[in-house]
């Protein structure tokens, strides 16, 4: 194809030029890419929901607890398979710059809730026997490199005092979209050990957690639950698990909707940089423009070319961020596995990366084609020599 | 098929003229004449006389203001831009004063280029750009690049470029203006034999009276007048 080795060799025709914006186009590519996925990271809680789960909390706020006498009633309501409770616990391991998730669950119900955490039989029954116990996922337990059988002492914020686990089960995701950072103990040994130091909260549960027998009637179940605690001392409030994800994300909506304004920013400014150099490059060109005209080309052949120039440049910086984005994602997911324990690079983030690119090697190829292809040819060779 | 008779180019009361701010500078005025087909015709004139602009003009690459062009039959002054962008492809070859090749392009390649606008399979169109490039004695430089040719194989590059695809009139435009006195000799003799063996029609504008000597008839155009004919 001569026309594709023409495109090849003009792009690379100034190799300084052509080197440098295509490694601005990676940057852009790159960083719009991790923030994209730095998104994605915050939507992993609600992409990872599911579907027949509820939660249901306090109608007033999450921070208020329910009596645990609501299980049984709860149970009572038509299309609920299974109820589960527990509380966030909030503990800290050591330190407080060593933050993971830890909450005190009914954990053999809560753990039949979570298909997706899959756990040897042998360590489900052996933390069930131990009240003490506790299942923590694969990436925490590699992130503080613990081991089965050993002692785990959290200082509670909530619930104040030292507590004493000891890992009996270590969870693997189902699949990459799981978080593995979290870790689960007995909601009874939280309730007992409270129910000595601070007996007014003892019995009391910070949500439920249901499972439904049909997908489809989850919002009659919700609506069933609540109604059934209307005009009570604790009014309910249930929603699916995706929109008590989402309302958590829409907390920090404010930070979400700078990331993704800064990600635009990005490409519109590499948008600009290619922009430029398409300029140029068309301007100095002009004279062999009017050449391919001379011989009998037309617009459309000098406007591929353009274009074509344009998207080699765009797409190859495109192509080479791409291939940076997963070994710097997985650097991130690294270093800030605490903030963010999801942090994969999302196929649709790598769809709008290409989308991006194509569009900056577009946008950018448009005025300098609409000079060459308006430009007389008698001026155009004027430009020569 | 024109016979011998029919000029190959015809011009009747061709003007043209350049605006500058709102002044308007005539370059061409009445031109009337005709090229009758197989002849190498010199364009000579002073800087500005507008020997550019005519060949420009008859070769379908500017637009006239007023006045007829007739080649090969076709009235190329009503033809509209794509309409003559596909006429050239066919009818003309250009021979340009810098040469004009392109530089990322093997002296092959350069001489491809025009076949890319016709049917021809790439099997054809590397048996006729080989055959060029020998016509013009450059079959062992075909892989090079430009920028690895002298200025006289350059220039003859460009000549293979504009008979390859077997055009009836070669327009050349300060052929030997860039090159040294070996090479314009060479590539006058080559236009002479394209001219006489393949009978190409040649038109050529150059300021140098070696050059012009080589052409069968000159004509000379001062301030946009044609002022005599020699033959």
């Known amino acids: ?274 922009a430029n150099t398409m300029a140029m490059t068309a301007r100095e060109r002009l004279g062999e423009y009017a050449v391919f005209k001379t011989l009998g080309f037309g617009g459309l052949h000098i406007a591929g070319l353009i274009f074509g120039e344009s998207l080699v440049i765009s797409m190859t910086g495109c192509a080479i961020g791409i291939a940076l984005t997963y070994p710097a994602a997985a650097a991130f997911a690294d270093a800030m596995s605490q903030y963010f324990p999801i942090f994969n690079v999302d196929i649709r983030t790598i769809y709008m990366d290409v989308a991006a690119a194509f569009v900056v090697g577009v946008v950018a190829a448009i005025f300098p084609t609409w000079r060459a292809v308006r430009i007389r040819i008698a001026d155009g060779l004027r430009q020569i020599g | 098929m024109a016979d011998e008779t029919t000029p190959i180019v015809r011009i009747r009361n061709l003007s043209k003229a350049y605006r500058r701010g709102s002044q308007l500078i005539p370059v061409l005025e009445d031109i009337s004449f005709d090229i009758p087909e197989g002849e190498f015709l010199a364009l000579m004139g002073p800087s500005g006389s507008g020997k550019s602009t005519l060949l420009n003009l008859l070769a379908g690459i500017d637009k006239a203001d007023t006045g007829s062009i007739r080649v090969g039959g076709v009235e190329i002054t009503t033809l509209d831009e794509t309409e003559l962008a596909r006429w050239r492809a066919v009818n003309v070859g250009f021979i340009f004063q810098f040469y004009n090749l392109i530089p990322v392009l093997t002296a092959f390649e350069n001489v491809e280029l025009p076949l890319l606008l016709t049917r021809l399979s790439k099997r054809e169109r590397r048996a006729h750009a080989e055959t060029a490039l020998r016509v013009v004695g450059l079959a062992d430089r075909m892989d090079h690049y430009p920028g690895q040719l002298s200025g006289g194989q350059q220039q003859r590059v460009a000549i293979a470029r504009a008979v390859v695809t077997d055009p009836a009139i070669l327009v050349a435009d300060e052929p030997t203006g860039d090159l040294d006195r070996h090479s314009a000799g060479e590539i006058l003799t080559l236009m002479d034999r394209l001219n006489r063996e393949s009978g190409k029609t040649v038109i050529m504008v150059t300021h140098d009276p070696r050059a012009a000597d080589k052409a069968r008839s000159i004509r000379h155009l001062e301030k946009g007048l044609l002022t005599d004919a020699i033959s």
């Open chain 1, 1 to 274: 194809m001569p026309f594709l080795k023409l495109l090849w060799r003009n792009a690379f025709r100034h190799r300084l030029r052509a080197c440098l914006t295509i490694l601005g186009i990676t940057i852009a590519i790159l960083a719009f890419g991790m923030l994209r996925t730095v998104i994605s990271a915050w939507y992993a809680g609600v992409d990872a929901s599911s579907a027949s789960r509820l939660v249901t909390r306090n109608a007033i706020s999450l921070i208020f607890p329910l009596p645990i006498s609501y299980k049984d009633r709860i149970r009572q309501v038509e299309g609920v398979k299974v109820v589960s409770y527990g509380n966030w616990f909030g503990g800290i391991y050591i330190d407080e710059k060593n933050f993971f998730a830890n909450f005190a669950v009914d954990m053999e119900s809560y753990l039949k809730l979570y298909p997706e955490f899959i756990l040897p039989a042998d360590q489900f029954a052996a933390a069930l026997r131990d009240r003490k116990g506790c299942v923590a996922g694969r990436k925490l337990v590699e992130r503080f490199g613990w081991k089965i059988g050993d002692s785990i002492v959290l200082k509670g914020t909530i619930f104040p005092g030292n507590w004493e686990f000891v890992l009996r089960g270590i969870y693997r995701g189902k699949d990459k979209t799981t978080d593995e950072s979290q870790m689960f103990f007995h909601w009874d040994y939280l309730n007992e050990t409270v129910k000595k130091i601070i007996p007014r909260r003892a019995d009391q549960a910070g949500f439920y957690m249901i499972g439904v027998t049909n997908p489809s009637q989850a919002a009659d179940v919700a609506t069933s639950i609540d109604r059934s605690f209307r005009n009570s001392l604790a009014e309910t409030m249930t929603e699916t698990e995706k929109a008590f994800a989402l309302g958590f994300i829409s907390m920090t909506e404010a930070i979400v909707i700078a990331i993704r304004l800064v990600s635009y920013v990005v490409i519109i400014i590499i948008m600009a940089v290619v």
